[in-house]
Nanobody, 125 residues
Framework: QVQLVESGGGLVQAGGSLRLSCAAS???????AGWFRQAPGKEREFVAA????????YYADSVKGRFTISNDYAKNTVYLQMNSLKPEDTAVYYC???????????????????WGQGTQVTVSS
């Protein structure tokens, strides 16, 4: 079993930056760690993922060039550095982990085995 705890959300002005953290306990992260977000009235959407052992990263088109996912193997923690934030980035951000492989299916939330409780990110215009 893996427990995930996110931190680092908050209120920021457009153009600003935030760094989210997700610490895993119980066991090490699974094959992939990812970030999703969900805005009010919208479905949960994929943001980014990282191959835990190798470090390969994957991003949604909407955040490419602005967000960076990274991990610290020793701390069993994954990060999401968010720069040039826009009001449309406002959402609850969730950390997730999955044991099954498949790059093509990384955006599919249903294939992730473990989820954090979420952290609110609000970007004001």
């Amino acid at each position: 079993q893996v427990q995930l705890v996110e931190s680092g959300g908050g209120l920021v002005q457009a153009g600003g930056s935030l760094r989210l953290s997700c610490a895993a306990s119980g066991r090490t992260f699974s094959t992939y760690a990812g970030w999703f977000r969900q805005a009010p009235g919208k479905e949960r959407e994929f943001v980014a993922a990282i191959y835990w052992s190798g470090g390969a990263t994957y991003y949604a088109d909407s955040v490419k060039g602005r967000f960076t996912i990274s991990n610290d193997y020793a701390k069993n923690t994954v990060y999401l550095q968010m720069n040039s934030l826009k009001p449309e980035d406002t959402a609850v951000y969730y950390c997730a982990a999955r044991t099954n492989a498949g790059i093509a299916t990384l955006p599919r939330a249903a294939l992730y085995d473990y989820w954090g409780q979420g952290t609110q990110v609000t970007v004001s215009s």
